[in-house]
């Protein structure tokens, strides 16, 4: 069984930057895309980025396009989020999970149960 766990998150002002972590265990990390997903209270759960399992293709949602880099050390069964030029719109719980590929996750299709998520909170 895949477990998933999320950290790095804090508090920030706007315009700062902050680095998530997702550590994978429980399956063979390399072989599958990842995605960060982000969720506020009173909305679903939305996808952030993603990316797949070689880290050679790569998807941002538009509102963190830019700002946003997703990377992953399949040596460390690892996943990153640098998130960068925060603003208080990204306030969120933010998790990872597995998928397919790149295309899968941005249907809405995950694997794994997910985490306990890291929360970030951008200030004005």
């Known amino acids: 069984q895949v477990q998933l766990v999320e950290s790095g998150g804090g508090l920030v002002q706007a315009g700062g930057s902050l680095r998530l972590s997702c550590a994978v265990s429980g399956r063979a990390f390399s072989s599958y895309a990842m995605g960060w997903y982000r969720q506020t209270p009173g909305k679903e759960r939305e996808i952030v980025a993603a990316?797949?399992?070689?880290?050679?293709?790569?998807y941002y949602a538009d509102s963190v396009n830019g700002r946003f880099t997703i990377s992953r050390d399949n040596a460390k069964n690892t996943v990153y989020l640098q998130m960068n030029s925060l603003t208080p719109e990204d306030t969120a719980a933010y998790y990872c999970n597995l998928g397919l590929s790149v295309l899968s996750i941005r249907r809405g299709n995950s694997i794994g149960t997910w985490g306990q998520g890291t929360l970030v909170t951008v200030s004005s």
């Open positions: 990316i797949d399992w070689s880290g050679a293709s790569t």
